[in-house]
């Protein structure tokens, strides 16, 4: 019989937390619109900034080109190597 009245104690602490829990979403807003975040990420992205200034163009890093890229590349590492070529 006391168990009864631990777990209706219990279930009503738990009730209760849960009516103040949505009271307080209810006061801050978090249910007010449930749509349009979900549609947010289906609208288009914005315009780009405008160009840049011919005074910013020498500013910019400017990527590689190929060459400089692979300047490093040793190439007796792309050639085989003895033990390649001397198999049996």
Do not use: C
């Amino acid at each position: 019989m006391e168990l009864y009245f631990l777990l209706t104690s219990l279930g009503l602490l738990l009730f209760a937390v849960a009516v103040l829990g949505m009271i307080w979403m209810i006061r801050s807003g978090q249910v007010d619109d449930l749509d349009t975040p979900a549609l947010r990420m289906l609208a288009d992205d914005p315009p780009p900034s405008s160009p840049l200034n011919s005074s910013d163009v020498g500013n910019r890093h400017r990527p590689e080109t190929p060459t400089q890229a692979t300047a490093h590349i040793n190439n007796s590492s792309l050639s085989p190597s003895k033990e390649d070529v001397q198999r049996d």
